[in-house]
């Protein structure tokens, strides 16, 4: 691939991963994925769902939802993608390497806090979100995480990525593989797109998931009635009618689903919105991980989540100040749901994967940027991280043939790790190709 200087022309995908994109690339996870409208009207929340059975029959989807909820907590994965290629030399900067000085007269990072796993690398000061959570053992780094013969197509390498293998003719999602074994037909909020439509790593082959533009939308209208006092009387009346026998079915079922929303209003009423807002930044992936957490406290039986860091990270040019905001914005995002689902009682059972399609070049280009690469960061976040590193920092005196950083740890033997030491319910072998022949990583503790 030629290195110009230029940003990718529609790199981030377009339609929720289901776009037209360039030609001979892989066709993304999903396409062709039949998708309607639903609204789980005790949330107010309006979702798009991929791969239902039977929501056609009144009642199942949140018949389905409230069966899954009765298992108890489960384990959540929430994936954040750096879409663009995010700089893995600038996140963790070996700032004391005279070939890395040569080759970024303009971009190094000489300043930040230090990485005590590896003390020839330096936290780039955007990330000391993630530094200050590294310090106290909840986060597991991968250096130069990656995967042999790297691709340097943003369609492609995203798409191995997402589907967990090499293969670019893979047409289900290494998450949406995990949800078809221990997923329900038609619980939809199983597997969760935090991005308006489908991750193609929730692509599925026989279970719902979903997607919805404001997690945070929680509403319970009652037309025709504005006053606050008023709405409240009435829906608390409502929930006590709920709660009433009938011997009649109809009228069972109907006050069965209003003491359902009466209680899942009064749980997300006990979420005291101010005081878990008060930590958060502005801005869009802030409000979509507040939203999960909410989501999340209130019992809703969610196992999968994906979305999208703040800004794009495919830095041709301007890198310093576009990777800067960027990575503040995600990391700060970050930080503050770390600190609420721990406030929450949540942590416990809540694990952050931060990931890039690849890392950027070593050696800058002539507009204040830097090219695709091969090998990036990696992140896992929470109580329940190992905390220790995955791999190795590879060092710049023995670069690939391309001139990028050599990989260290494998993306696909870290989903065969998660999907054994953290997710459950599968063998690695049902959702990662090839995972007899991959070594297992220490994700969690």
Not at 205 to 217: G, I, L, M, Y
């Amino acid at each position: 691939m030629s290195h110009d200087h230029r940003h990718c022309a529609d790199y981030a995908r377009a339609n929720g991963g289901l776009p037209a994109i360039e030609a001979g690339m892989p066709i993304p996870a999903g396409t062709g994925l039949s998708r309607r409208s639903f609204l789980l009207r005790s949330a107010g929340l309006a979702l798009s769902v991929y791969g239902a059975g039977k929501l056609a029959v009144p009642g199942a989807f949140e018949e389905s939802i409230a069966m899954a909820a009765d298992g108890g907590p489960q384990t959540v994965i929430v994936s954040i993608f750096l879409s663009g290629g995010a700089d893995a030399l600038s996140i963790l900067a070996p700032f004391q390497d005279p070939k890395y000085l040569a080759m970024r007269p303009t971009l190094k990072v000489t300043s930040g806090s230090a990485f005590a796993e590896d003390p020839r690398l330096l936290w780039n000061p955007a990330a000391q979100g993630l530094a200050n959570l590294h310090a106290a053992g909840k986060v597991t780094v991968m250096p130069a995480i990656g995967y042999a013969s790297p691709n340097q197509s943003h369609f492609t390498s995203r798409h191995f990525w997402e589907t967990g293998g090499l293969d670019p003719g893979a047409r289900t999602g290494w998450l949406g593989r995990w949800l078809d074994v221990v997923g329900d037909p038609n619980n939809a909020i199983q597997g969760l797109s935090l991005d308006a439509a489908l991750s193609p790593s929730l692509a599925t082959s026989r279970v719902a998931v979903a997607a919805t533009s404001s997690p945070t939308d929680y509403k319970f209208d009652s037309p025709g009635v504005w006053s606050a006092p008023a709405k409240t009387a009435m829906l608390e009346s409502f929930g006590k009618l709920g709660g009433l026998p009938s011997a009649d079915p109809v009228t069972a079922q109907a006050r069965q689903a209003q003491s359902n929303a009466a209680i899942l209003r009064s749980q997300l009423a006990s979420l005291s919105p101010d005081s878990a807002a008060a930590g958060y930044p502005d801005n869009g992936v802030a409000s979509k991980l507040r939203g999960l957490a909410q989501m999340l406290a209130a019992g809703l039986p969610i196992r999968a989540v994906t979305l999208n860091g703040q800004g794009g990270y495919d830095t041709h040019s301007d890198q310093a100040r576009a990777l800067t905001t960027n990575l503040t914005a995600t990391v700060d995002a970050i930080v503050a749901f770390q600190a609420d689902i721990e406030a929450r009682g949540l942590a416990d059972r809540v694990l952050v994967h931060l990931w890039s399609e690849f890392g950027r070049r070593p050696q800058e280009n002539g507009s204040s940027g830097t090219d695709h690469g091969a090998a990036g960061t990696g992140f896992l976040i929470g109580t329940r991280a190992s905390g220790k590193m995955i791999g190795e920092f590879p060092g710049l005196t023995s670069l690939d043939r391309e001139g990028n950083l050599k990989a260290t740890s494998d993306f696909r033997a870290l989903y065969a790790s998660l999907v054994e030491g953290w997710l459950g319910g599968a063998a690695a072998a049902d959702v990662v190709p090839d995972a007899a022949s991959m070594p297992r990583y220490a994700v969690v503790k």
